[in-house]
């Protein structure tokens, strides 16, 4: 799987999981020098707190595309050190 914006690739594995449609990337297949982190923090209910980075490539900007769990529910354990993507960020297989 692939994770692509602005015709850059941001991830590559074939270790991703699928959760709920989204793919999730093990952090040490995302290359980082594309991410900034962001201030926004959202709940899910059975996954917990999850953290957001923007996605910057050629100087432009894609504001909290990734997402990721630091400390994951124990439900969600699995998904913890990965990344997921949205916000236009193409996943291919």
Known sequence: MKAIWNGKIIAESDKTINIEGNQYFPENTV????????????????KGLASYYDIVVDSKTNKDAAWYYPEPKEMASKIKNYIAFWKGVEIVS
């Open 31 to 46: 290359n980082q020098k594309y991410l900034n982190k962001s201030e926004t923090h959202t709940v899910c209910h059975w």
